[in-house]
């Protein structure tokens, strides 16, 4: 019999591997697993339990907040709060960050970025969802933390996950020592190791890309996705086009069967939609520590320069020779494209 061994049993088995720490980083994703569940629990049944539909109220970003949004953020907040080892918290249904300033937290060491719910749009239609978190080493003197200790460059993450609401619910994370995967168990309500030691494949056969804003994208995009569509039986193309909308869905799928997923510059979107800071640096940490690739189109994400919380960055991530390639069409095609001169581009049909 296959022996089981719980996501706790795995965090302080790994505790080994950093002999001076304190086992605060180990209690904060405990922390966040707690979350997770409950999370979870209310995804499972969404369609009894109110929680479908629009919250009323909008975030920072103009976008509408449905009711999870808000519920998850909740939850992840309050565990982080109440687990002591967080003193600061970056979501993205805040405007700011928020402080944690109880007694139990007053020398916690790590801020924790965090998209609660990704992939809105799918909630109410029953399609996969999930969470994604990064963890960062305060870098503030003693006190009240600040923005800048949330503001650090994706390759100063100390950790980063996500949480998949799927077909069965599963917990992955990376600690910069590869990355594992859990499936929660509901019989024991456990997140059980699953996918230990995951890599993405060098190469794949799927793209996932929005191709609805195929004529606001810019040319670089249009050719590697034009590159994919051609037949060549050497390097298996035409691929296959996979796209959920949910980008923790979509890079897991790619994560286990190899593939890319980009989000470019738009010209409805010049900055591109997604986060930087708690949805493309921890995905890039995961996916590169997984033998992956994360890109902007020509830099590495990891070392992109972090100004603003709610920053957003064109994406291009998963399987390293796929992302290669898309960066070679950028350069080629659209070679520097920021938001200036994007504007202006005239896109080839
Ligand atoms: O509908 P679009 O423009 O393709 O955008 C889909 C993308 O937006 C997101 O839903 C944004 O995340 P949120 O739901 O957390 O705002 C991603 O998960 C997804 O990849
Ligand atoms: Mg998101
Ligand atoms: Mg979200």
Not at 130 to 149: C, E, M, W
Not at 194 to 201: A, K, V
């Amino acid at each position: 019999m296959k022996a089981v061994k719980t996501l706790g049993q795995f965090i302080i088995e790994k505790q080994a591997d950093f002999p001076y720490a304190k086992g605060e980083l180990s209690r904060l994703l405990r922390d966040i697993g707690i979350a997770a569940k409950i999370v979870n629990r209310e995804v499972n049944k969404a369609g009894l339990a109110d929680i479908l539909g629009d919250a009323g109220t909008m975030n920072i970003q103009g976008e509408g907040q449905k009711k999870l949004d808000v519920y998850a953020n909740e939850q992840f907040i309050s565990a982080l709060k109440c687990g002591g080892e967080c003193c600061m918290v970056a979501s993205e249904e805040n405007d700011e960050c928020i402080h944690i300033e109880s007694e139990i937290s007053k020398d916690a060491k790590y801020v924790v970025a965090i998209d609660p719910l990704d992939g809105s749009s799918n909630i109410d239609v029953n399609v996969g969802i999930g969470t994604i978190f990064s963890i960062y080493r305060r870098i503030s003197a003693q006190g009240k933390a600040d923005l800048n200790d949330v503001l650090q460059r994706g390759i100063e993450q100390v950790a980063a996950g996500y949480v998949i609401y799927g077909s069965s619910t599963m917990l992955v994370y990376t600690t910069g020592k590869g990355v594992n995967g859990f499936t929660l168990d509901p019989s024991i309500g456990e997140f059980c190791l699953s996918h230990p030691d995951l890599r993405i494949p060098d190469d794949g056969v799927i793209y996932s890309i929005n191709e609805g804003y195929y004529s606001h994208f810019p040319d670089g995009v249009k050719k590697y996705i034009k590159y994919c569509q051609v037949e060549d039986t050497k390097t298996q193309r035409p691929y296959t086009s996979r796209y959920i909308g949910s980008m923790v869905a979509d890079l897991h799928r790619n994560m286990i069967k190899g593939g890319i997923f980009i989000y470019p510059l738009t010209a409805a979107a010049p900055n591109g939609k997604l986060r930087l800071v708690y949805e493309c640096n921890p995905m890039a940490f995961i996916i590169e520590q997984a033998g992956g690739m994360a890109s902007n189109g020509y830099n590495r994400i990891l070392e992109l320069e972090v100004t603003e919380l709610h920053q957003r960055t064109a994406i291009f991530i998963g399987s390293k020779n796929m992302v290669k390639k898309a960066e070679e069409m950028m350069t080629c095609f659209s070679p520097q494209l920021t938001k200036k001169n994007f504007e202006g581009e005239v896109c080839l049909q």
